[in-house]
Nanobody
Framework: VQLQASGGGLVQAGGSLRLSCVASGRMFSNNGMGWFRQAPGKEREFVATISWRGGSTYYADSAKGRFTISRDNAKNTVYLQMDGLKPEDTAVYSC?????????????????WGQGTLVTVSS
């Protein structure tokens, strides 16, 4: 599975961005998918995950109520809608495909990683 994230950019605090992650490979529809982020000088952290059918989602506390993860298996794409952005959301956002049907917060649960897209939120 190869993953390509896009949609990052510079936005003012309170603004919105929609990230997309396109996956290649027939395994996509059978895999849980997740978004992670890494801010400068910090560890990569979990943001959100979605089950392989899209019926179950889970968010980090920092993302709850502001971010929405979704997927379109027909397009091999997972999305992250980010609203109410804050300067502390500034990071490189990466998508990841889970090992099988796993859909959780643990990095070890993900086998494939994209290169990421930079999100910068100005105050």
């Amino acid at each position: 599975v190869q993953l390509q994230a896009s949609g990052g950019g510079l936005v003012q605090a309170g603004g919105s961005l929609r990230l997309s992650c396109v996956a290649s490979g027939r395994m996509f529809s059978n895999n849980g998918m997740g978004w992670f982020r890494q801010a400068p000088g910090k560890e990569r952290e979990f943001v959100a995950t979605i089950s392989w059918r899209g019926g179950s989602t889970y968010y980090a506390d920092s993302a709850k109520g502001r971010f929405t993860i979704s997927r379109d298996n027909a397009k091999n794409t997972v999305y992250l809608q980010m609203d109410g952005l804050k300067p502390e959301d500034t990071a490189v956002y990466s998508c990841a495909a889970a090992r099988g049907s796993y859909a959780g917060a643990a990095r070890d649960g993900y086998a494939y990683w994209g290169q990421g897209t930079l999100v910068t939120v100005s105050s």
